[in-house]
């Protein structure tokens, strides 16, 4: 398995902050500030997991993972929405998120979060 991780986050420092974290723990990571063309980026990366902001400038989180699960080839990879909002867990549920983490998040957090969407992407 490649380990590939696509984020999408329109905050250049947490974008930073992600792949400081989790590219010497062996991920490849791909990061993307809008979710312009997010069949596209998605196809070019071929991720393992996503991670995805809610508040991402164009179509925003929910629609984006909302189209990423209405689409045949990629409805399997596991989605972590990922923002401040106190409504997390019912947006997650609208998006068809797989995961959900509020920001701000602990790294430990995070880790073990992406650990467990690497669990179930072996399970497919």
């Avoid at 164009?58 to 989605?79: C, E, F, N």
């Avoid at 997390?88 to 797989?98: E, F, I, P, R, T």
């Amino acid at each position: 398995m490649n380990k590939n991780i696509l984020i999408f986050d329109d905050d250049k420092v947490l974008l930073d902050v992600f792949k400081l974290i989790l590219e010497p723990s062996g991920y490849h990571v791909s990061v993307t500030e809008n979710s312009n063309n997010v069949i596209e980026k998605v196809i070019n990366f071929e991720p393992d997991v996503i991670i995805m902001d809610n508040r991402i400038p164009d179509i925003g989180g929910v629609a984006a993972i909302q189209l990423l699960k209405s689409h045949q080839s990629y409805k399997h990879i596991p989605v972590i929405l990922c923002s401040a909002n106190d409504d997390l867990v019912s947006l997650a549920s609208k998006a068809g998120a797989n995961a959900f983490l509020p920001k701000p998040f602990d790294l430990m957090e995070l880790e073990m979060m992406i650990d467990d969407m690497f669990k179930l992407v072996q399970q497919l």
